[in-house]
């Protein structure tokens, strides 16, 4: 006679295997679909994220005006070109406002 005890062990085994089957097997098919992805990389089905345009410009260069370093009027401190005003003598430092 196989009492309860058993019987859940049993149950509960049974249920184990069964989620570790089911487990593997979405884990084969997640590794499956990675490995199609790169090989279609590979052989230029997918276009890389990379080559895309948008992605291709180049970042904005914030010395692209041309600005030279502002020299303070007041105190002849170089401060950079976005400046306002002077970082040594808070000067006001040109046109800009
Ligand atoms: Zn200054």
């Known amino acids: 006679m196989v009492d309860v005890g058993t019987l859940s062990l049993v149950a509960t085994g049974a249920l184990l ?13 997640i590794f499956r679909d990675g490995r199609e992805r790169s090989r279609k990389r590979r052989e230029g089905e997918i276009d890389r994220y990379t080559e895309d345009p948008v992605y291709d410009r180049d970042p904005p260069d914030p010395d692209a005006d041309g600005a030279a370093p502002a020299t303070c009027p007041q105190c002849g401190a170089e401060n950079a070109s976005e400046f306002a005003y002077c970082r040594e003598c808070a000067a006001p430092l040109g046109p800009n406002p």
């Open 17 to 29: 295997l069964f989620a570790l089957a089911v487990g593997i097997r979405v884990l084969a098919g």
